[in-house]
């Protein structure tokens, strides 16, 4: 927490500018003695928080939050066979208490299917009861052996909202799996970063389920991050958890179901899509602080000027902003640079010249500057908010097209990918899939749905020339 | 979710009473196959989220949230052996990870000072970098070996919140036990629930700390539940830790440090103190639904009386209430018992001779009747709220009362704690403690300070006749 900590490493040196950031922004400390286990400082929980707080209040809308427990018993677990699979690698297994033998090891939960299935299994009954929407925010643990990174790969993943529906037929749970992707652009949207929506490549859906469509976005580095997933698991789940209803006609039917998550990558977007080299830019609804009030205190007036500074903030904070005055006994400059490494998205500051002109200095984190009337700043600010959003989702969304390339050829995909992502017809097969793998050194990320018309469409297979899907191409986290 | 699930077993058999309402009120699923593990329904979530949200919110006044990591390594976690002692036999330890073993074996947090204090001896360097004030809202474990009871003895603990504070001097250490003391009566306060502050005898104080502050209650059967603790913890984890501060002379000092906490068993009392034969009667403040509208429809003006029946809920949602109109096709007996198992303060009744009359009958869930003006009625609504929760304060602190007996002779003590429990006084000494616990088959809770006028007072001892304090005597959860 050391304010004179230096410069940043200029953004365009990610990787070195994301670690760092992560102090001196005060978003999380890393030296916790357990790899890939972090703690979050206040100032970085409280960005978590707004941006939870958001995800729920759209959650809240059709979804209950509910709360399942950490430990899932080794024979639950164990049950679905293609979901075991895909991580037993990764689990943690709890095998001890006190100081004896547990008779069943307990898996802390990876994800929590097999924590909620069984009691969905005794709280469904007919067709009535359903649909059923439940929501969690909880830790989830994967033992990565990996390199993990803050964030972004994670041993214990803080904050895992995980949603899990139930359905009565396979159509309906296709159009929750509509409405979570819709819920999904929606937050994001909130927080100004700009996504990629396709459909995983077959062997790469989650296990157990029919199919996984896609969130990402694009890193500053070019790599794709996975800031969400929404799964259809048709009946997978519900036949091996027992998960039956009865239907109109009196018939026991299995049901139908869907989970979708988000975990705390949503923040390493955040932080990493809209940052610069000052620090950390935040998107007004998401900024712990929303507006930092720095009096230029200087002779005589520092009294009055400390004073009037202190009322702005009083009545600021009674219209609902969240405001600061910065009234340390330090320069104006270092606490600019305090205040914009922590992403506060507008500064006001106020001297002698200001005050006598009822005037006040804003300057947005973007560097805007302007001078308003002290009489509506509450209306002003509010405008500034708005603006200052917009030009950061055109910003974000700018550098995300920056990072696209469109190709026809196999041969063009490895330069495209060199700068980010390619976007070329893939016809669906695992060799075609296989070879452009190979020859281009990134991955196969999944398929992009007609309903895109920026990125979607139908083609011709870059390798077999059948008939194929526009295909998001690249290197991912 | 079973509506028609039959009558509470009446309060007086409380233990009967209190596994009822958990499923009846949708509070708690207690099937899940872990014994120890339960499921939180989304009723009970929401009753759990408004009150940690008053905790939060008397918290954030001078303390900041933060989030450190689960899983505690075994070399950290050894480090201080008094601690160590306390908790070796209620241990979970994660000893594998995927499908091999782990160099070190991690223990789940039971509580999180061997977490967090490592991360203090980095954060902590001068006296300019204290207090620090720290909580966190998080799940711990403990491998309980008694019967285990939902929200009141648990293997998971779901909701614990734990504040951890550094300060540079014992005394002023000493004053953030006091503060924090004020923040736990002052959250109860808002809770309705009645409480009895002690110091614990020290065979029953926190593991590695100099004394514990106790914040009890008692139970509907007399039992006295622990549901807040304050520890100072001296200088036993700075020196384990070796959490230092360089002082204004540049003397470096081992910091002074205190812990407090409130788990979920606050939500145990909020439930089984307030309620009554008919389910739960909660607090209007934490209520998920304030306020229920039942519509009286009979033949003709169904359609008026639906309509009006929900312009007031978007009225009164408009005015900060969380509303209900509960519009199903039931008959209003099964409505009003519904809402009535939940908790809801408040049913207005809307019929047509209401509509007719500009009225709204009123009946708070104590059971007393008005009809209220259709004009002002937020304004009545929220008198009746404070009335109600005045109401509701009385009554638990008259039952708390009931519970007590102070006595002046050990005889007495056991026909005392036959309904409640004992205050007699006791010098501090261990072999009059243990005669006072053998012969009425109570315990001794804790000594009562001076400051609490009501019950505290000095006196001399019902075993040895020495100086002594009052002192709380009982059977606890």
């Known amino acids: ?72 018993p080794a024979t639950e677990f164990m049950k679905e066979a293609e ?12 095998t001890k208490g006190g100081t004896g033998e547990l008779d069943i090891p307990l898996a802390l939960r990876p994800t929590s299917e097999t924590a909620i299935y069984p009691m969905y299994a005794l709280w469904v009954r007919s067709h009535a009861d359903l649909p059923i929407r439940l929501y969690q925010v909880v830790n989830t643990f994967r033992y990565e ?23 009565t037929t396979w159509e309906k749970a296709e159009e929750q799996v509509e409405s979570a992707v819709t819920l999904y652009k929606e937050f994001y949207e ?27 976005t694009i890193m500053p580095d070019g790599k794709t991050l996975q800031i969400g997933t929404v799964h259809h698991l048709g009946d997978h789940f519900s036949r091996t958890f027992n998960i039956t209803y009865e239907d109109e006609k009196g018939e026991q039917k299995f049901a139908q179901q869907t989970c979708y998550g988000i975990s705390e990558r949503c923040i390493a977007a955040l932080l990493s899509i809209h940052g610069d080299d000052h620090g950390l830019i935040l998107p007004p609804e998401i900024a712990p602080v929303q507006v930092v009030i720095v009096p230029i205190v200087m002779g005589k ?24 005055v910065d009234g340390r006994d330090i320069r104006p400059g270092a606490k600019y640079y305090y205040w914009e490494m922590r992403g506060v998205p507008l500064r006001l500051e106020i001297g002698p010249r200001d005050i006598d002109a009822r005037v006040v200095t804003a300057v947005s984190r973007d560097g805007i500057k302007r001078t308003l009337p002290r009489d509506r700043l509450i209306e002003d600010v509010r405008l500034l908010f708005t603006a200052f959003e ?17 190709v026809t050829l196999i041969d063009q995909i490895q330069d495209a990918i060199e700068k980010g992502v390619a976007i070329g017809q893939w016809c669906g097969g695992l060799e ?46």
């Open 190 to 216: 909130r927080l100004c970063i700009p996504l990629i929506i396709s459909r995983r490549p077959a062997w790469d859906k989650f296990p157990g389920a029919d199919y996984t469509i896609a969130v990402d």
């Open 145 to 167: 052996t990996k390199h993990t990174r803050p964030l972004i790969r994670l041993r214990e993943i803080t904050s895992f909202k995980e949603a899990h529906t139930v359905h």
């Open 83 to 94: 979901h075991i699979k895909g991580f037993e690698e990764e689990v943690y297994w709890v």
């Open 390 to 406: 917009e030009r950061l989702r055109t910003r974000a969304q700018a550098s995300l097209d920056q990072h696209i390339t469109r």
């Open 1 to 72: 927490m050391d304010e004179e900590s230096g410069a940043l490493p200029p953004k365009e040196k990610f990787s070195e500018w994301y670690n760092d950031i992560l102090w001196k922004a005060e978003i999380i400390d890393v030296r916790y003695p357990v790899k890939g286990l972090y703690v979050w400082y206040p100032h970085g929980f409280a960005i978590r928080k707004n941006a939870y707080g958001v995800l729920r209040e759209l959650l809240d809308r059709d979804h209950q939050e509910a709360l399942f427990p950490l430990l899932i």
């Open 301 to 324: 007036r520092r009294d009055e000027i400390l004073s009037y500074a202190i009322a702005l903030e009083t009545t600021l904070k009674e219209k609902g902003l969240r405001v600061k």
């Open 432 to 477: 075609c899939a296989q070879q452009i793998e190979q020859q281009s050194g990134g991955s196969v990320l999944g398929t992009i749905s007609g309903a895109d018309e920026t990125l979607g469409g139908k083609g011709t297979c870059v390798v077999c020339g059948s008939s194929a899907t526009a295909t998001l191409i690249g290197r991912a986290y």
